[in-house]
């Protein structure tokens, strides 16, 4: 996913209502002060980053989601075998932190 | 951008059920983080985001304005809001709510949503006025966005004067 400007805009201020007029930035705050391109630029980079870092969990729960845990827990108790564990261990190999 | 189609310029008396002038509007435009209130009924006493400001001047005092619009996305910032709305205003008189959508939510945040189309119509009037179509919802709110969904989209307006 594509982090936005306006996500980013609002990331930096979280009460300040704007908009953008056929594409270009429109400041609605009578109090707080708009933020400078430079600022908005970096704060997209900032939480592109934190999102991109945490694509091996999206990856992972993704995978988990096809898994059915529980019955495989019981059948692992009953047959002693580990296939739950095996799998676990298998997404986490192929998407490492 | 606004464009203006007549067939002439010289109505001295209006054409009965004639279409005697189009108006249409569009834009791009996007309101983000914009503090709403209201009530399901829509009368916010002019409150809500202009989506379209557009000078109209009938060529007759005794016509019908027609105002429409395609349907127009609104979002919520958190999981608050229950209702969307629209108002329409000639100037600064109310002339009615909008069409109110009903929410809907977003299965992955629970974040709702809805559309507000206008499709209104009023009695004539002298001179130039601004026709203002606002949105808006009970909570914070977007217009043609979301927080994190940024693909906005064209909206449209269409005025159309109707002889008496």
């Known amino acids: ?97 | 951008m606004t464009t203006v189609i007549r067939g002439s310029d010289n109505f001295d008396t209006a054409i009965n059920g004639k279409v005697l002038q189009v108006v249409t509007s569009s834009n791009t435009n996007q309101f983000a983080n914009i503090s709403g209130s209201g009530n399901s009924s829509g009368g916010t006493s002019g409150a809500g985001s202009a989506v379209f400001s557009v000078s109209f001047t009938p060529v007759a005092s005794t016509s019908t304005i027609i105002v429409t619009t395609n349907p127009i996305w609104v979002y919520e910032h958190d999981d608050v809001g229950e209702y969307v709305w629209g108002n329409l205003y000639v100037d600064s008189v109310h002339k009615g709510a909008a069409n109110r959508g009903v929410y809907n939510s977003v299965a992955s945040s629970g974040l709702n949503f809805g559309f507000i189309g206008f499709n209104n119509s009023m009695d004539s009037w002298s001179g130039a006025k601004t026709i203002h179509c606002k949105v808006g919802m009970n909570t914070t709110y977007y217009v043609n966005c979301s927080y994190s969904y940024n693909y906005n989209g064209t909206n449209n307006l269409v005025i159309m004067e109707i002889g008496a």
């Open chain 1, 1 to 97: 996913m594509e982090i936005s400007k306006t996500e980013a805009i609002v990331s930096l201020m979280p009460n300040s209502p704007f908009m953008w007029r056929n594409g270009t930035l429109e400041w609605l705050d009578t109090v707080q002060p708009q933020p400078t391109d430079s600022e908005i630029d970096t704060e997209v980079t900032r939480l592109q980053a934190a999102y991109d870092a945490q694509a091996y969990a999206r990856s992972r729960k993704a995978k988990y989601d096809l898994l059915n845990q529980d019955e495989m827990r019981y059948d692992d108790l009953i047959n002693s075998t580990t296939t739950w564990q095996d799998a676990i261990a298998a997404i986490k190999q192929e998407y490492p932190k």
